[in-house]
């Protein structure tokens, strides 16, 4: 009698079209981006292909490897990385994914910029730091004129040139951020890594980093407390004489998730580093690269959402249970719909965001709705992506708790974003920071959810639930992750019912704003148009 015949189980769904996703695709056209298109299809068709998914697996089956000293014993502070682990980096390298938006001046370079990343982040979520980190560095660093000129071209090359060399010798650039301390964590304030003044116009650098992401980079801003107060400094790698800048990696991070990226503890020993703007305004000069990698983990959790909806709804597709395919069934048809309703809805948010983006430099309304609308949405975004990544693998059950389902990889990556850059008090309290600082940002934001007023009359009474939220300032604080959570959902609302599927817009509205919704995911109310939602995650 035969034992093992195998049947009922779901095909692989590799190869597939990362970029087959309407809400992306209509984002990227309507905020301005429409010529990206043909590269976005490609990187799609790579992301979702047989090869980058096997290097993005195994790039996290094995992590980067310290290597603290060479055989002779000298140090070297070097990390190993898997060799698809750079496979995946030049990908992104050369299609532009790093720093090349600042490098290009066509409308929208950096709506494409968001939507590539999103797309191609499918394939590993850890390289994309790095990644990340090189975008973001670059409106910091033109604090110091002389040192963006030398290097931002090359942090914009489309050339993935690996290894350690003093950097204008290279053809590309990597950079780096170095901010938290092991006493302060968030609060940045409470540093003690000290800067000196050396008669070159350089500094020495003493101090110990708790979290360094991708030590092997060329080049890292940092903060240090130089003599007139917090100060942010430019340190490469390698230094103009072409000697190694000591700075030393203690350990790699054994991590949650996230395990393709290198995160290490590191020591500066007399390093030499280079100041960026002016003593005492580092917080106000690295604050410029955290809030544009804080975009990045709103596109990143909301990468995480699409590929869990992707995966659940072409399991359910596949897989027979009780004498039905799972996603005829109702009370899964209810769960796969409520999963693609989040996932639309951050990424709807996420291209809105990357469009205020590109506009911000010209249009002082755009850069007002950025400074409160990327606060709010961090928050809100990147809370979800966790409890989104459970319920998508429990839709595989057994099957997605398997390693090799991938599913396991994907909820351990999603709390990180809610992490990075300031975890959900420190985005919820910002947000409020940016209200009572900048009073321009509450009209900016009022200015852009009342353009889908009169289309909802429940995303219309939650407009006005915000307003009263905000008229009364007892117990702000107290109350912040729930003025930042209503307002988050609104943005999203307003987004949907203006640019949505009108099914998604209208499901969204009812639940997230009308309460006509339980707790878990999947406690949609009858009259949903779910089959519509569904195929909207079809890959």
Wanted: some cysteine.
């Amino acid at each position: 009698m035969q034992t093992h015949e195998v049947f009922n189980q779901v095909p692989d769904i590799v190869p597939f079209d990362a970029a087959r996703n309407p809400a992306l695709i209509e984002g990227l056209h309507r905020e301005g981006a429409g010529w990206a298109e043909p590269e976005v299809r490609e990187l799609g068709a790579l992301a979702g292909g047989a090869e980058a998914q096997e290097w993005g697996r195994l790039a996290n089956e094995y992590p980067p490897v310290l290597r603290s000293h060479d055989r002779y014993g000298y140090r070297i502070d070097e990390v190993e990385f898997h060799p698809h682990w750079h496979d995946l980096m030049r990908v992104a390298v050369e299609h532009g994914l790093h720093g090349a938006p600042w490098l290009d001046d066509r409308p929208g370079a950096h709506v494409a910029r968001a939507a590539k990343f999103y797309t191609w982040g499918i394939a590993d979520a850890g390289h994309m730091c790095p990644i990340s980190m090189t975008y973001a560095v670059v409106p910091a660093l033109r604090h110091n004129r002389e040192l963006s000129a030398k290097y931002e071209p090359l942090l914009g090359s489309r050339v993935y040139d690996f290894g350690l060399r003093e950097p204008s010798t290279k053809a590309g650039l990597i950079a780096g951020m170095s901010m938290t301390e092991k006493q302060g964590g968030s609060d940045v304030r409470a540093n003690t890594t000290t800067a000196t003044p050396r008669p070159d116009g350089s500094y020495r650098i003493v101090g110990h980093k708790w979290f360094t992401s991708a030590p092997m980079s060329d080049m890292f801003l940092t903060l240090a407390q130089a003599p007139g107060g917090l100060s942010c400094f430019l340190l490469p790698r390698v230094l103009p004489d072409g000697t190694r800048n000591p700075i030393r990696i203690q350990r790699l991070k054994d991590k949650l998730g996230n395990k393709s990226n290198a995160s290490s503890e590191i020591e500066y020993e007399n390093a030499s580093g280079w100041l960026v703007g002016q003593e005492g305004a580092g917080v106000k000069t690295i604050i410029e690269m955290v809030n544009m990698t804080r975009l990045d983990c709103v596109i990143g959790s909301a990468t995480g959402m699409r590929a869990g909806a992707v995966y659940a709804v072409h399991h359910a597709r596949h897989r027979e249970a009780f004498g039905a395919k799972l996603i005829d069934q109702p009370a899964m048809r209810n769960v796969l719909a409520d999963l693609v309703i989040e996932s639309d809805a951050a990424t709807t948010v996420m291209m809105r965001l990357a469009g205020a983006t590109d506009r911000t430099t010209q249009d002082p309304a755009e850069a007002a709705l950025r400074r409160i609308a990327l606060a709010i949405t961090k928050y809100w975004v990147c809370k979800r992506a966790p409890s989104h990544a459970a319920e998508a693998l429990e839709c595989l059950g057994g099957n997605g708790y398997a390693e090799e389902s991938g599913m396991p990889r994907l909820y351990r990556e999603a709390p990180l974003m809610s992490i990075w850059e300031g975890s959900g008090n420190v985005a919820a309290l910002d947000a409020l920071r940016a209200m009572g600082r900048q009073p321009e940002t509450v009209e900016a934001y009022f200015n852009e959810v009342s353009l889908a007023k009169g289309e909802n009359p429940r995303l219309d009474d939650a407009i006005a639930r915000v307003g009263k939220e905000l008229s009364d300032l007892n117990d702000i604080e107290y109350r912040a992750r729930r003025v930042v959570e209503l307002m988050a959902l609104v943005l999203q609302g307003a987004q949907l019912v203006r640019h949505g599927h009108p099914a998604v817009a209208d499901a969204f509205c009812a639940t997230r704003l009308g309460d006509d919704w339980g707790i878990a995911f999947g406690t949609l109310p009858t009259g949903v148009g779910t089959g519509t939602i569904i195929e909207r995650a079809l890959v």
